[in-house]
């Protein structure tokens, strides 16, 4: 994992190198003359010959230290960073509240009735959510219940001096996009695990053994069926962090996402660097501890050492 | 292929999602030909008309350009770079999952290593990434990153897909026969992994289209004025109050388009499971 992150790193810098344009470059716009680029580029420390830089910067960053913003004259990443990653966070937070109860009812109740008009409709409207683009699903929330029922607001942005906790309906529209997404993928899993479950032998005995419907599929289905599904919760984190970008730009929601794409736009390395190497983090951490997840909820994994 | 007809019949929504796409690419392909207007022609008396005011069928945009003639000439680059994107993807996949499960070993340990690399950051989080870094975007660049992008998981599937024919006789038989390795992966084993090799092609067209749509709405698509879908959106959200259209009908295209694939591709792999 140390061994991604750093390969992805050093690639982020060479890429931005062999690239034209630099951070002094989109600092001073294109009429900048020769003198005062080269004079930027002294202060920023652009002068120095990459693997220089790149010593520099990955020296600071193991103690913490995300760098100066190259862009944002004189801004600690540090500053600006996680209380970005805060919002980002809280909006994913948000989006999983939302997401996973739905769907994992809707998954059940779909397994269920098999083959009924429910599990036809569950599916074509899960099949048809997943496959829409995040942003898609967000215009056509924000025109129902921004336009034509005007609840909530258009934008997510937080005014000036205000925080994210006075405006929390900004939350809502965003997390319902996500929502919308992942209920396909979620659903769909549960679906299918169920309908794997219902059909083994001990549902067939509990159900014979005259235990009522709602009992065996509670307290002896779900146990199992939801093994899979929480690996693809998890798996989805990562995916959802990008994911993020999308309805971030969307809404102008003050995130991860926004910072990332501006970083790109400006070439502000450190700050690309930072942010990059977060999701990186974060996709990996959370295939990790999905692995950890299964093998905990599921004795057979744990006790016979993976050999199901 | 009698199968599939067999099947076609049970699948009403599989024949609306062929129907949907084959409408698509007879737009793209002879819609230009037939529209009144160009899509960056300018009609500067009705900006932001509504749709069918001033015979612009899906109303104008701030720049008074044709809401329409800007959709159908922007599904010409998006399926372009979808199909594009799910065919190179595919076949670098195949190339680089069979090469590595055929000979293993050390070869498949350093694939492995690489892919799982290029696998640890979204897939849309590195296309926009260095496309971004990259600027200006062709249809060309745009091509070759989501492709690559994409390559790792579809050479895991080739990979899979090899692994479970390797041990088989007939792989064997080649092999006595002195048959080249080379041949023995491409002539005897790819036509026995085709059933997963399709259902992978056609899930990327998928997927695909998602991401360039994506990639164009976060502005590290195909650069203005060459209307892209995922553009439209973003470059007129800022009037979504004033001109709804100017954003909802992109949008519509694109979830069309999109949910059309979806059908198609969850009909081939049904059709794939059919036939085993």
């Known amino acids: 994992m140390i061994m991604t992150l750093a390969v992805m790193s050093f690639l982020i810098f060479l890429l931005v190198e062999i690239m034209p344009g630099d951070a002094a470059q989109t600092v001073l716009g294109q009429s900048a003359t020769p003198e005062s680029l080269a004079a930027l580029r002294e202060s920023m420390g652009l002068d120095d010959p990459m693997p220089i830089r790149y010593g520099r910067w990955a020296g600071a960053f193991i103690h913490g230290d995300l760098g100066e913003s190259l862009y944002m004259r004189g801004v600690q990443i540090n500053t600006v960073f996680w209380r970005k990653v805060g919002h980002s966070v809280i909006l994913a937070l948000t989006a999983l509240v939302f997401y996973v109860p739905l769907s994992l009812f809707l998954g059940v109740l779909a397994g269920v009735r098999a083959g009924k008009l429910t599990d036809s409709i569950i599916s074509f409207f899960g099949l048809a959510t997943m496959a829409l683009p995040e942003f898609v699903s967000g215009i056509i929330l924000i025109t129902i219940f921004a336009i034509k029922i005007p609840l909530l607001p258009i934008t997510s942005i937080i005014p000036i001096g205000e925080t994210l906790w006075g405006n929390l309906n900004i939350l809502v529209l965003p997390a319902l996009s996500i929502t919308l997404v992942m209920f396909g993928y979620v659903s769909r899993m549960q679906r299918s695990s169920m309908i794997t479950v219902m059909n083994s032998d001990y549902i067939r005995a509990a159900v014979l053994k005259g235990m009522p419907r709602g009992y065996v599929i509670f307290r002896h289905a779900l146990k199992n069926a939801l093994l899979p599904t929480i690996t693809i919760i998890g798996m989805n984190m990562g995916w959802l962090f990008g994911g993020l970008i999308v309805v971030e730009t969307l809404f102008g929601f003050p995130g991860l996402g926004s910072l990332t794409l501006s970083a790109i736009k400006t070439r502000d390395v450190p700050l690309l660097e930072a942010s990059v190497l977060f999701i990186t983090f974060i996709f990996v951490v959370s295939t990790f501890i999905t692995d950890m997840m299964y093998a905990f909820l599921n004795p057979r994994i744990r006790f016979k050492g993976g050999d199901v | ?276």
């Open chain 2, 1 to 276: 292929m009698k199968t599939m007809f067999l099947l076609l019949r049970k699948n009403p929504l599989a024949v609306l999602g062929i129907v949907i796409l084959f409408m698509w690419i007879f737009a793209a392909l002879f819609g230009p030909l037939l529209l009144p207007y160009n899509y960056s022609e300018m009609d500067m008396d009705h900006q932001m008309s509504s749709p069918g005011e001033y015979n612009h069928l899906l109303g104008t945009d701030a720049l008074g350009r044709d809401i329409f003639a800007r959709i159908i000439y922007g599904s010409r680059s998006i399926l372009t770079v979808a199909l594009m994107t799910s065919l190179f993807s595919s076949i670098a996949g195949i190339l680089i999952g069979f090469t590595s499960g055929y000979f293993g070993g050390l070869i498949d340990t350093v694939f492995l290593r690489i892919m799982d690399i290029v696998m640890a950051i979204p897939p849309l989080v590195l296309a926009m990434v260095v496309l971004g870094i990259l600027g200006d975007s062709t249809i060309f660049s745009l091509t070759i990153i989501v492709s690559i992008a994409y390559t790792p998981a579809t050479a895991r599937v080739a990979r899979g897909a090899l692994l479970s024919c390797k041990g088989n006789e007939y792989v064997d038989a080649a092999r006595i026969r002195g048959e080249s390795h080379f041949f023995i992966m491409f002539v005897e084993i790819l036509p026995n992994t085709i059933g997963p090799v399709i259902v992978e092609i056609t899930a990327r067209f998928a997927y695909s289209i998602m991401m360039i749509a994506s990639l164009g709405f976060l502005g590290v698509g195909l650069q203005p004025p060459t209307p892209d879908w995922g553009m439209m959106v973003i470059e007129n959200k800022s009037i979504i109050r004033a001109a709804s259209w100017t954003v909802l009908y992109p949008s519509m295209a694109i979830a069309s388009l999109v949910i059309a694939v979806s059908l198609f591709s969850d009909f081939i792999s049904k059709v794939m499971i059919h036939e085993k």
